[in-house]
């Protein structure tokens, strides 16, 4: 069983850096691809980015070039820098284990995700 959970959230001026983290546990774990989600109000949850086992990455085209995602398996830590935020970045950020057919399929349960708001 897979366990996620979310950290880093806060409150940020437009233009301003943030980090988020997401934890894991459970068997197998480092061994999974893992992807950041983010509902923003009054929108669906949508897919930010992706990382796989060996540290390949793909992005949302609203993010690339201002998100990074990076990972410490040994750690069992998935991070997501976000630089250059912008108003609309604001949200509620979540990790989960992507399905390889489907990155806005989920194999795990959700967490209770980390909260962005980011400041005009």
């Known amino acids: 069983q897979v366990q996620l959970v979310e950290s880093g959230g806060g409150l940020v001026q437009a233009g301003g850096s943030l980090r988020l983290s997401c934890t894991a546990s459970g068997s197998g774990v480092s061994g999974n691809a893992i992807a950041w989600y983010r509902q923003i109000p009054g929108k669906q949850r949508e897919f930010v980015a992706r990382?796989?086992?060996?540290?390949?990455?793909n992005y949302a085209d609203s993010v690339i070039d201002r998100f990074t995602i990076s990972r410490d398996n040994a750690k069992k830590v998935v991070f997501l820098q976000m630089s250059s935020l912008k108003p609309e970045d604001t949200a509620v950020y979540y990790c989960?284990?992507?399905?390889?057919?489907?990155?806005?399929?989920?194999?795990?349960?959700w967490g209770p995700g980390t909260q962005v708001i980011v400041s005009s």
């Open positions: 989960n284990v992507p399905a390889s057919w489907n990155w806005g399929q989920p194999l795990a349960s």
């Open positions: 990382i796989s086992r060996d540290g390949s990455a």
